[in-house]
């Protein structure tokens, strides 16, 4: 792991404390792993790490949206769905393991220049993630078990 900054996570930390988030923190990787529950029947769960950095710190949040990596067809299909919905996305991008199936959302924050992210850097990143699974849940469980074209599926989404 590369090294990080004590102050970035202890920030994370605070800003999470501060919204009343249960997290684990993984102080010698400097990770903090967050499980949210959701209404939504996609996102019954919705997995968030964070991690924290030199000089910036990582979101990734995933949920137990899978596809077949041996299923071409579908594979094809989700790899544009998820590009339709990148373009449309003004943080961040989904992203998918083309080895494990898994699909999951990235965002990296910037903190160059700072001695650490203030609590609205952590909660916009964090709300932009969370917000993001919701915007495609629909879409992309469609794809994914449904049957529905990558356009069908990012007709479903709510930007």
Known sequence: MLGYSRAILEAITEALDAMEIFYVTDDDDGVCFIDLHNA???????????????????????????????????????????????????????????????????SVVDCAGLDYPTAEMVKHALVAAVGAWCAVAQGLGGVLYGGLSAKEGFERCDF
């Not at 996609?42 to 299923?71: K, Q």
């Not at 594979?75 to 919905?85: D, G, H, I, T």
């Open 40 to 106: 939504e029947p996609m996102l019954r769960s919705l997995n968030v790490e964070i991690t924290a950095l030199s000089e910036s710190f990582i979101i990734r949040a995933n949920a137990s949206a899978t596809a077949d990596v041996n299923d071409f067809e579908l594979v094809n299909s989700l790899m544009e769905f998820l590009c339709r919905v990148n373009l449309g996305l003004p943080y961040g991008s989904f992203q998918f393991d083309c080895e494990s199936g898994a699909v999951f959302y990235r």
